[in-house]
């Protein structure tokens, strides 16, 4: 049950939406003075504050031990409106963000009339769609229907993130409000990567990542990358560098085309089923389109070859990886190609691969290549046909973009494309 310091009487619209902005100001994050001061006279913690766009207001979520209280009004004074709620009544969701990030959705209620603010990152626009933009917005209901949407600016928001899931694991609570259980990953209190303590092994994975991870939730890759890289060092596991290369790659700010590069082929050339096709992904990708390389597509070849079939016996892929996988096989000619059949053939196999990944644009292309083959009478569709059946269940090669929903059946799958895949390597008609 939430309650309320100020109960409200009937208002018009407008003097509602007034109220909501302060709430939603409350939950979005803006953090002056004023309000950290009083929430700590209160023996609360500051979770969020920003100010609302446009108006002299200021709204903030605090935290005590056991609730959630929601405050909006004139940053210099008493409060306008103040809503309180148990943490385990608090209507809180979460969804993911760009980059690692967390949004996070909380919703106060003063009778029919809802407040729900959100708050988390966005990606940029040109010039940098990597940075990382801080949003907030208040959105006020009477009834569920929508009175108002209210801005926060930007540069005013400020939000301690997993502050509050901290909170909820500690009283008990499993799930958020959508049903979906809370993560039970370790919430860290960051440090600079120069004053934090050697990277160990902590519930299986290395202390140093798991702080990189704490990092980037919260929107700061700066110190995320700092982390990945000793991470990277301390050759526990390979999730740091996983982590490292994508940030040296994609991200603007942090670019640097050799230590992503060197940071990706760790992970390519390890053993971790889970990441390490998407690092041969990346890394391949990076020689196809000549990306802070060399271009050489014999190298793009060796590492998409290991994102879309090679990299593990378990056959967890990257199907993005075979879609680029499928473009060096056209454009090589490499000696292990060599002959325009056996280009098609390869390439075939690479986008049915791929398809087994639930990547419709690379069935698409599996497609249109079959159609192509079979439309002309290609050499390579017998063979194809020929041999497939050698190597598994499928009795056809069109069947082999046929998308099956059982794990099983899909592994089969992949198991059977990698035999004929190898196979066409190994000898080339």
């Given amino acids: 049950m939430v309650r309320t310091t100020q109960q409200f009487k009937q208002k018009s619209v407008g003097s509602i939406v007034s109220h909501a902005l302060a709430c939603a100001l409350l939950v979005a994050g803006v953090w002056t003075s004023n309000a950290v001061a009083a929430t700590e006279r209160s023996g609360e913690e500051i979770f969020v504050t920003c100010r609302i766009e446009g108006r002299d207001r200021q709204a903030s979520v605090s935290l005590s031990d056991s609730g959630a209280t929601y405050r909006y009004g004139p940053s210099s004074s008493k409060p306008e409106l103040t809503l309180s709620s148990p943490l385990a009544d608090l209507d809180y969701v979460r969804h993911n963000g760009p980059a690692g990030t967390v949004d996070e959705i909380m919703t106060f ?3 029919d009339t809802t407040y729900q603010f959100e708050t988390g990152l966005r990606n940029g626009a040109q010039p940098d769609p990597s940075a990382l933009l801080p949003f907030g917005h208040l959105t006020i209901s009477r009834s569920g229907s929508e009175l108002a949407r209210l801005p926060c600016r930007p540069d005013t928001i400020e939000r301690a993130h997993d502050r509050l899931l901290a909170r909820m694991r500690d009283i008990g609570q499993e799930r958020a409000s959508d049903g979906v259980g ?7 209190d960051l440090a600079a990567a120069s004053a934090s303590a050697p990277c160990e092994v902590e519930n299986n994975v290395d202390t140093c990542w798991s702080r990189g991870v704490s990092a980037a939730r919260g929107g700061d890759l700066k110190a995320a990358l700092e982390h990945y890289d000793m991470s990277c060092a301390a050759r526990i596991m390979t999730a740091g560098c996983y982590e490292a290369g994508k940030l040296y790659l994609q991200n603007r700010q942090l670019r640097d085309y050799v230590r992503a590069r060197q940071s990706l082929v760790r992970t390519c050339d390890g053993d971790d089923s889970g990441q390490g096709p998407y690092a041969c992904k990346y890394l391949g990708w990076m020689y196809l389109t000549g990306t802070g390389v060399e271009r050489d597509l014999t190298q793009a070849f060796v590492a998409l070859s290991k994102a879309c079939f090679l990299h593990n016996d378990a056959i967890l892929i990257d199907g993005e990886g075979c879609h680029f996988l499928g473009q ?21 196999l690479s986008f049915a691969q791929g398809c087994t990944d639930e990547a419709e644009t690379v069935c698409n292309e599996g497609r249109a290549l079959l159609r192509r083959g079979q439309a002309s009478a290609a050499p390579w569709i017998k063979r194809c046909d020929r041999n497939v059946g050698r190597y598994g269940d499928i009795g056809s090669c069109a069947e082999l973009l046929t998308i099956s929903a059982d794990y099983d059946v899909r592994q089969a799958m992949r198991r059977q494309l990698k035999s004929l895949f190898n196979q066409a390597l190994a000898a080339p008609e």
């Fill in 109 to 111: 209620a003063n009778g």
């Fill in 328 to 348: 060096v096989i056209f454009e090589t000619r490499a000696p292990s190609v060599r002959s325009e059949t056996n280009v098609d053939y390869l390439a075939f």
């Fill in 182 to 188: 809370f993560p039970n990953y370790t919430i860290h």
